[in-house]
């Protein structure tokens, strides 16, 4: 029961790979900027000593701006999450990298909305700008991910227009278990 551990929980880095996508490295990256920002807390526990965490919710709400909560639990906090970005998280895997696998995913919602509303043309626009403010990814890392996305065959751009090839997609997605896309630098 996670209220009686006072909040602790335990994450393998291998079920969080599988939740988001990031690498042992990058989990490693993230939670130290966690806990420079004192978000997160760390502390071995049990035999064999496992690595377990507890979100400092007063310190995410100190960080968000919502300084008139005194004792913020997750049910306060859980409704300033609910603009997050769909993230299917396969896609990291056959494009290389968490940053492609987002730019891909968010790609793919805003193919969506134009099926549903088609306009004139093959192809639709995305604003780089949204799609940096949506994602928080920086311009360099952004622009990797659309060249690794026109690199592997997911992603065609003719002018502003882009288009996904979605049988590319689908076929990588099919043939992602028996074998994975390897990196190329």
């Known amino acids: 029961n996670f209220q009686s551990r006072d909040g602790w929980f335990f994450l393998s880095a291998k079920q969080c790979t599988e939740a988001t996508g990031l690498s042992a490295r990058e989990q490693a990256s993230a939670r130290q900027l966690l806990i420079e920002h004192s978000l997160l807390a760390e502390m071995l526990s049990g035999r064999p000593a496992k690595l377990h965490y507890k979100v400092d919710l007063k310190q995410v709400a100190l960080f968000l701006g919502l300084s008139g909560i005194e004792q913020p639990s997750w049910q306060q906090l859980l409704p300033l999450f609910s603009g997050c970005i769909n993230f299917y998280r396969p ?5 290389g990298n968490v940053a492609s696998g987002l730019y891909l995913s968010y790609l793919l919602n805003q193919h969506r909305h134009f099926m549903t509303y088609p306009r ?38 003719h002018g502003n227009l882009l288009q996904i090839n979605l049988q590319a997609l689908s076929a990588l997605l099919q043939g992602q278990e028996s074998k994975p896309l390897k990196q190329t630098r």
């Open 91 to 95: 896609l990291a895997t056959i494009t």
């Open 120 to 157: 004139q043309g093959a192809g639709f626009t995305v604003s780089q700008s949204a799609l940096r403010s949506a994602l928080c990814l920086g311009p360099k890392t952004q622009r990797n991910a659309r060249d690794r996305l026109k690199q592997i065959g997911l992603l065609s751009e």
